[in-house]
């Protein structure tokens, strides 16, 4: 039975400016430090999306095939800043849904996450 | 009211997606490795559902009836789930609608759900977006 499975991922400082281009998510809270700040946020903060993108594809790197996953639902908390490494931890129960979370700084950024891989 | 929005699905948007997200498997960044699998072009990672997704839901969320106020809203919870793959080439349908709101401890939960078909109508990913209001 699968342990407790890692994938550790630190956003670059330019990781926000690149995934808003990918996904065009323009929100200035992930672009604009001076903006996140007016809004009570401690800086610019990750798209929650792309940290879900790695809850994902933790997943999907496991099983080696990115069309693994069947579902993935996951709770946000917190925010998730850049150029801090974030680990993605997983693990499969006794009926296969994988339980997984991510933390950044000792904080949990993603919590309550299930996934399961096609069977 | 539900918003509907079809996305065209391109080779290059894919591997920019990946590349951002992370994703190296050549079947999402090389069309002859997603050919030997089977598929007609690159294979969009999962989330890649955000991307497909966001033309029909920025819509529904900012819909002045469902009367979220956007300076509290943060993105609470997420779930998808994946039926048919998508491939660059595909033109993806994806209708969004409010689904509930509700309120607990003083947080109003706004629950909007994605369906997003094929161009041959197949399905390919269902979605369940819920906004929490401060």
Redesign the interface.
């Known amino acids: 039975m699968d342990e407790h499975r890692a994938l550790k991922v630190t956003p670059d400082r330019y990781l926000t400016y690149r995934y808003a281009g990918a996904s065009g998510d323009f929100n200035p809270i992930h672009l604009d430090d001076e903006f996140a700040r007016s809004v009570g946020l401690p800086g610019r903060i990750l798209h929650g999306l792309w940290t879900m993108a790695q809850v994902a594809r933790a997943q999907t790197e496991a099983a080696g095939d990115p069309l693994a996953l069947e579902s993935l639902e996951v709770q946000f908390r917190g925010v998730g800043l850049p150029e801090a490494e974030i680990t993605v931890t997983s693990q499969t129960g006794e009926d296969g849904t994988i339980t997984c979370h991510a933390e950044q700084n000792g904080k949990k950024i993603v919590k309550g996450g299930k996934a399961k891989l096609r069977s | 009211m539900s918003h509907s929005v079809t996305y065209a699905v391109g080779r290059e ?1 894919v591997r ?2 990946a ?5 190296s ?1 050549p ?2 960044l090389d069309p002859e490795a997603a050919r030997a699998a089977g598929h007609s072009d690159v ?1 969009a ?3 890649f559902a ?2 497909y997704c ?1 033309g029909a839901i920025g819509p529904a969320i900012l819909d002045p009836e469902v009367g979220i106020d956007f ?1 509290r809203m ?9 039926h048919e ?1 998508v491939v660059a080439g595909d033109e993806i349908t994806t209708e969004a609608a409010h689904e509930d709101t509700s309120e607990r401890g003083g947080l109003k939960f706004f629950v909007f759900t994605t369906r997003s078909v094929n161009q041959r109508g197949e399905l390919v990913c269902e979605g ?1 977006w819920t906004n929490i209001v401060r």
Do not use: I, L, N
């Open positions: 948007k920019e997606y590349y951002a997200v992370g994703e498997d079947r999402c294979v990672p999962p989330m955000a991307v966001s300076a943060v993105h609470g919870a997420q779930a998808f789930t994946w793959p369940r």
